[in-house]
Structure formats: C-alpha cells, structure tokens
C-alpha cells in the first residue's frame, strides 16, 4: 500500500503547492496592476491542469487497461515529475516575457494528464490487492496519501514563513517547495518500479485493445456519468478545505499566513486520521449510508457555517469550520473511492474510475478556488463558498440514490462475492 500510494503523494503534494503559492505564482508569472486580475489568472492556471485530467483518463487509463497496473504507474510518475520541475524551474515574466505563462501552463497540463490516471490507477491497485472484506480500508489509503502530502506541504509552508519574510516568500519563497518535491522522484520511480503487476489483472485470460476499451467506456457512459456525480462531492470538500483554505484565510479573511497554514495542517491530519476508518466502517456497514449522511450534512451547514466564519474571522472559527467540512469529505470519501471501482466494469475499471473523478475534478472540483473567489469578487459575500460546496453535495446525493436505486450498496464483501 505504502509502495504504489507513494507517487500519489508527490502528484497531490505539488498541487497543493501551486494552490497554497497562488499568490507568489502569480507575481512571478502573471504580474498585472490589479492584484486581484493577477490572482484569478493564477488560479485559472491552477484549475487549467484539470482539463487534461479527462483526456489522460481516457488515453492513459485504456494504456493501464490493456498493458497493467504497474506500467501505467510508472508511466504517470515520470509525465508527473517533468511538470514539477518544469514549473520550480522556469524563469518568471520578467525574464521571458509572454512566454513565461505559455510555459506554466503546458506544465500544468502535462502535469493534469498524468493526474487523470494516478488516483484511479492508485485506487484500481489498491482494490485488486485488498483482502477479503477489507476493500474499503485498502483503497482509502489512495486518499491517505493525499492526506500525507497535504500535511507535508503545509509544514514546510510553516517552516518557510518562519526562515523567510512575506516579501522574499512572494518573490522566490515559493520555488522552494516545488524544487523539493522533485528531489522525490527518484525514490519514488524506484518504489513503483519494484511493485508486482496485481494477480487480478495477470488472471485475466483477454486483454482488449484499446478501440475495445473506449467502445466499452462509452457503452457504459451513464455509470461514467453517475461516478462523475458521486466524485464532484468528494473534489469539492477537498479543494475547498486544502488548497483554497490558505488563500481564503489570507486573502478572503486577512488572517496570517502562519494561521492558515496551521489550519491546512490539520485539515491534513484529520483527514489521514479519518479515511482508513471510515473506509473499514464502509466495509462493515456498506456504502450507501456513511454516501448520504455526508452528503446531507454538506447540503445543511456549508453556507451556515461559512457565514458564520465570515461574521467573525479568526482563527478558532476557521480552524472549527475547516475541520467539521474535514469531518464531512472522511466520512463521504471513505465510502466513495472504493466504491466507484466496484461499479466500473473490470475490463474499463482503471479508465471508467479515472474518467468519472477526472470530469468531476476537472469541471467542478479543480475549479474549486476560482470559483470560490469569482463568486466572493461578484457578490462581496464571503460564505459564497458554501453555495459551491452545497451544489456539489446535492450532485453526490443525487448520484448515490440514482445508483443505489439500480443496486443495493453492500460491503465489500458481499459486493466481491456477487462478483
């Protein structure tokens, strides 16, 4: 489990990075007059990388498909590093002019079509190796790791903020992380390249071709439809309460960088802490009710609580409101992933999963922090955010009463047996 979430890690830890430096980016790459014009062409970048997401769903998901778990994999890590070092490297505006913005964003999209496959090839691993009855448990390790970089990232922005002054954060500070994240590689390509293809795969007695696999994905299009619904929850709460976090306590709320990162920090360890559990409750209970308690609780208090953190910025509240939306993606997300690889067929499962979270994350979830702050900007309201977190919870909601209506969601178990 340690061996192939590892590379997940580095995936999530460098967009956590880019969201929590936004500002930074923005001066190095898109100076502009109006710092908010700046903000938003930073965060549309940051956004821009999930658009490929659906593309390398398809392409590289079919890739996994056909030639296994362990060659996707590594095929993903190595796109994956060249957009990390790329971004930590390139020169700013002021160097290359006009070129500079073309050059991150490329990145940012060759870095979007490796993520389209990890997280499903990830979890696609992680359920093919599970135990019996443990599926839940296993798999919520895809988004342990996650949770792992969430946490890394945010210490290091902590030790940055004490070792360097705001202004030297903004004009170099940010580089700092990216560059070490890439130091990461090699171990991590020596990891992956030591993993087993999964005997569930090496089992299999017929290995389609690629045409096959996308006539396959697309007759099946209304379970890519219905997984792209239950994702858009779990991308949502994630982004929301990760990598906008830091700028909505900076920018939104005008509390300090420190507190932010503070918050984010423990945002990660309670997430860490929360997934296996809630992953091996999904086993014992099955999926459908830790799916619609989460989703409820989403719909009811997202605004409230927001508003209630807008009416009196501070620490404890953001901090109370970050963790209870933590509370809500563990208990949702732990259910989730698992179950959308046992809804996907076994010939399109790595492509069906990474093409339903990719189109979730690439037009709801990635888009998380520019939205959030569009609809501050046009509104002047600051609990905005929890109209977008509300919406997505009613497509979650909607998604799992719509597929449990087709069939029952059981624990694993059971699910691995009618299998």
């Known amino acids: 489990m340690i061996r192939v979430s590892a590379g997940n890690f580095l995936e999530m830890y460098d967009?956590?990075?880019?969201?929590?430096?936004?500002?930074?980016?923005?001066?190095?790459?898109?100076?502009?007059?109006?710092?908010?014009?700046?903000?938003?062409?930073?965060?549309?970048?940051?956004?821009?990388?999930?658009?490929?997401?659906?593309?390398?769903?398809?392409?590289?998901?079919?890739?996994?498909?056909?030639?296994?778990?362990?060659?996707?994999?590594?095929?993903?890590?190595?796109?994956?590093?060249?957009?990390?070092?790329?971004?930590?490297?390139?020169?700013?505006?002021?160097?290359?002019?006009?070129?500079?913005?073309?050059?991150?964003?490329?990145?940012?999209?060759?870095?979007?079509?490796?993520?389209?496959?990890?997280?499903?090839?990830?979890?696609?691993?992680?359920?093919?190796?599970a135990t019996p009855g443990r599926k839940g448990f296993y798999v919520a390790w895809q988004s342990g790791s996650q949770q792992a970089a969430v946490i890394f990232a945010a210490l290091f922005g902590l030790a940055l903020t004490h070792w360097l002054p705001p202004e030297q954060m903004l004009d170099w500070g940010w580089r700092v992380p990216i560059l070490a994240g890439s130091m990461l590689v090699p171990l991590l390509l020596m990891l992956r390249r030591s993993l087993a293809e999964t005997d569930e795969f090496r089992a299999r007695?017929?290995?389609?071709?690629?045409?096959?696999?996308?006539?396959?994905?697309?007759?099946?299009?209304?379970?890519?439809?219905?997984?792209?619904?239950?994702?858009?929850?779990?991308?949502?709460?994630?982004?929301?309460?990760?990598?906008?976090?830091?700028?909505?306590?900076?920018?939104?709320?005008?509390?300090?960088?420190?507190?932010?990162?503070?918050?984010?920090?423990?945002?990660?360890?309670?997430?860490?802490?929360?997934?296996?559990?809630?992953?091996?409750?999904?086993?014992?209970?099955?999926?459908?009710?830790?799916?619609?308690?989460?989703?409820?609780?989403?719909l009811v208090t997202a605004y409230p609580a927001l508003a209630w953190l807008a009416a009196g910025p501070s620490f404890a509240r953001l901090l109370a409101v970050a963790l209870w939306f933590s509370a809500i993606f563990g208990s949702y997300n732990g259910a989730m992933v698992v179950y959308l690889t046992e809804i996907m067929p076994a010939a399109v499962r790595a492509s069906g999963f990474s093409l339903a979270y990719s189109l979730a994350t690439g037009v709801f979830g990635g888009f998380t922090p520019t939205v959030s702050t569009w609809l501050i900007h046009v509104t002047g309201n600051r609990a905005m955010p929890g109209v977008w977190l509300s919406f997505a919870a009613v497509m979650g909601l909607a998604a799992t009463l719509l597929l449990s209506s087709q069939t029952a969601l059981r624990p694993a178990e059971l699910a691995a047996s009618k299998a």
């Open 15 to 129: 967009f956590m990075v880019f969201g929590y430096y936004a500002t930074g980016i923005a001066r190095a790459f898109f100076p502009s007059q109006s710092a908010y014009a700046s903000l938003m062409l930073a965060l549309a970048t940051f956004g821009s990388g999930y658009l490929m997401r659906p593309l390398g769903a398809v392409l590289l998901g079919a890739y996994m498909d056909r030639h296994g778990r362990r060659k996707g994999l590594l095929l993903t890590l190595a796109l994956m590093a060249v957009g990390t070092l790329a971004t930590g490297c390139l020169p700013g505006y002021r160097t290359l002019g006009l070129l500079a913005p073309l050059f991150v964003v490329l990145a940012r999209l060759v870095q979007g079509l490796s993520a389209g496959v990890e997280i499903g090839g990830v979890s696609v691993y992680l359920a093919e190796i």
């Open 205 to 298: 007695k017929q290995r389609h071709p690629t045409s096959e696999i996308w006539r396959t994905l697309a007759a099946n299009w209304r379970t890519v439809i219905l997984g792209m619904m239950l994702s858009t929850t779990t991308t949502v709460t994630f982004y929301l309460i990760t990598a906008y976090m830091p700028t909505f306590g900076t920018t939104i709320l005008h509390l300090s960088t420190r507190e932010s990162m503070l918050v984010t920090l423990c945002v990660g360890v309670s997430n860490l802490a929360l997934l296996p559990v809630m992953g091996a409750v999904s086993d014992r209970v099955g999926r459908r009710l830790p799916l619609i308690t989460a989703s409820v609780a989403a």
